[in-house]
């Protein structure tokens, strides 16, 4: 743990790390938090499902996403102040269904993920859905296939959770982020859809939201 934060720290010294053996470890840093997003290369571990477990137990905004998603079909429960930012697989194991079914009507998978978890769902993909229960659903129409790589929704979960940090509310949270972050890819796309990066996507990101 203490070799993988200092390859971190020289790596990306904008990054601010802290090592966690185990999930009473996370205290104090939730009481400096103001949002938390929480997924991304947690792995699905009894000590996943611990630190999961305390995250739920705050009051802090949330966005699910990757492996706490799969944690979180494990064992369903509902909370008005997430988002949760599914793909189609991931979707389905949320759903108990196929992912083929999910695809088949992405609006009606959408609104099923908002009601059946509360808060806001977020169904990636072509056509990113977003249901928030206050209406129909948003559907982004930018994007492209060159984002179908690993780390791409990771970027999209740590920007929504950026401007909900930024005290945007959650509606209008997900729906910038989604965009800020389709836009950013097709930007890259100019150069071409083969070898697109997760990190390609964050200048664009920052060019867009810095108009």
Do not use: Y
Not at 8 to 31: C, D, N, V, W, Y
Request: proline share 5%; charged share 20%; with cysteine.
């Amino acid at each position: 743990m203490l070799n993988g934060l200092k390859i971190i720290k020289f790596t990306r010294p904008e990054l601010m790390a802290h090592g966690i053996a185990s999930a009473s470890q996370l205290g104090p840093l939730l009481e400096r938090a103001s949002v938390v997003a929480i997924g991304p290369g947690i792995g699905q571990s009894d000590w996943a499902q611990g630190l999961f477990g305390r995250v739920l137990e705050t009051r802090l905004p949330l966005v699910v996403d990757a492996d706490a998603l799969n944690l979180l079909a494990r064992d369903p429960c509902r909370r008005a102040d997430w988002i949760i930012t599914p793909h189609p697989g991931e979707a389905a194991r949320l759903l108990d269904c196929s992912t083929a079914e999910v695809q088949a009507d992405r609006l009606r998978a959408a609104q099923a993920l908002q009601a059946r978890f509360d808060g806001i769902a977020v169904l990636k993909g072509c056509g990113t859905v977003i249901a928030d229960g206050g209406g129909p659903p948003a559907l982004c129409s930018q994007g492209n296939p060159g984002m179908a790589s690993g780390g791409t929704g990771d970027v999209l979960c740590g920007a929504i959770a950026g401007l909900r940090a930024q005290g945007l509310d959650a509606a209008l949270a997900a729906r910038l982020g989604v965009c800020l972050h389709a836009a950013a890819g097709d930007a890259c796309a100019v150069e071409g859809e083969r070898g697109m990066l997760a990190s390609d996507l964050i200048a664009g990101m920052r060019r867009f939201a810095n108009p």
